[in-house]
C-alpha cells in the first residue's frame, strides 16, 4: 500500500448503529487530519493530529470521536449519528509546516458515508 | 488569520478553450499555496505549490499558477483545456501551523 487510505470505502448505517472510520497513511508523516465534505459546502476540517496528540477539534459534536493510536493510524468513531452527518469524509497526512513538506497534505480517497 | 477566496464556484469552458481559476489569498506570514484537484468521489489531488522561489509554478495535468504578492492571488491557468479537466478545484494556503486554508472551490465544467 502507498499512500493514503481510508477503509471502508462506503458505509451505509442506521441512526443507533456504532461504526468506525479508518485511516493509515504510508508516508512517514506526523500529523494527520479529518475533513467533512458535504454537498454544496466548504470542506470542513474536524480534527487534527500532531505526534499522536489531537490539536485542533474544531467544535465537531461528541457523536464523532476520533483515535489517533499512532502516527500511522487515525480513526474517526460514529455513533448515534443523525442523517445530516451524511457526506464523504475525508483522511490526509502532512509532515507538518516544514521546510521540506510546506504543509503540503496528502489526502485518501474518502468514505462516503450515508446515515438512514 | 489567513484565508482563501475563490471567485465562481462554477467555470464553464469549451474543450480547447483557455482555463483560468481564480483565488486571493489573505496571509500575515509568508505564504505556502497550493492548488487541489478532486474528481468525483476521489480524494483530492495536488496539482501544484508555490513555495519560494519562481513565481510562475507548473504542476501535472498542464496547469500552472502564477502567485502575484502585489495583488494576494495565486489564479490557476491551463492554455487549452480537455474533457479530462472537469473537477473540482480547491485553492489552499497554510498557516504556520499544522494546517491548511482551503478556498470553497470551483467545479470546472468542459464542453465539446
Known amino acids: 500500500e502507498t499512500g493514503v487510505t481510508q477503509t471502508p470505502r462506503h458505509l451505509v448505517m442506521g441512526m443507533t448503529n456504532k461504526k468506525s472510520l479508518k485511516c493509515e497513511q504510508h508516508?512517514?508523516?506526523?500529523?494527520m487530519y479529518w475533513y467533512k465534505q458535504s454537498a454544496k459546502k466548504p470542506l470542513e476540517l474536524m480534527f487534527v493530529?500532531?505526534?499522536?496528540?489531537?490539536?485542533e477539534n474544531n467544535s465537531v459534536p461528541s457523536r464523532f470521536s476520533p483515535e489517533c493510536p499512532n502516527s500511522s493510524h487515525l480513526f474517526l468513531h460514529l455513533h448515534t449519528l443523525q442523517p445530516e452527518d451524511s457526506a464523504l469524509y475525508l483522511c490526509?497526512?502532512?509532515?507538518?509546516?516544514?521546510?521540506?513538506?510546506?504543509?503540503?497534505?496528502?489526502f485518501g480517497p474518502g468514505t462516503r458515508l450515508t446515515v438512514l | 488569520a489567513q484565508s482563501v477566496t475563490q471567485l465562481g464556484s462554477h467555470v464553464s469552458v469549451s474543450e480547447g478553450a483557455l482555463v483560468l481559476l481564480r483565488c486571493n489569498y489573505s496571509?500575515?506570514?509568508?505564504?505556502?499555496l497550493f492548488w487541489y484537484v478532486q474528481y468525483p468521489n476521489q480524494g483530492l489531488q495536488l496539482l501544484l505549490k508555490y513555495t519560494t522561489g519562481a513565481t510562475l509554478v507548473k504542476g501535472i495535468n498542464g496547469f500552472e499558477a502564477e502567485f502575484k504578492k502585489s495583488e494576494t492571488s495565486f489564479h490557476l491557468t491551463k492554455p487549452s483545456a480537455h474533457m479530462s479537466d472537469a473537477a473540482e478545484y480547491f485553492c489552499?494556503?497554510?498557516?504556520?501551523?499544522?494546517?491548511?486554508?482551503f478556498g470553497t472551490g470551483t467545479r470546472l465544467q468542459v464542453f465539446p
Open positions: 490526509a497526512s502532512s509532515q507538518g509546516r516544514t521546510r521540506i513538506s510546506y504543509n503540503e497534505q496528502f
Open positions: 508516508l512517514g508523516h506526523n500529523a
Open positions: 489552499a494556503v497554510s498557516e504556520n501551523t499544522d494546517k491548511l486554508i
Open positions: 493530529y500532531s505526534l499522536e496528540e489531537r490539536v
Open positions: 496571509s500575515s506570514v509568508p505564504p505556502y
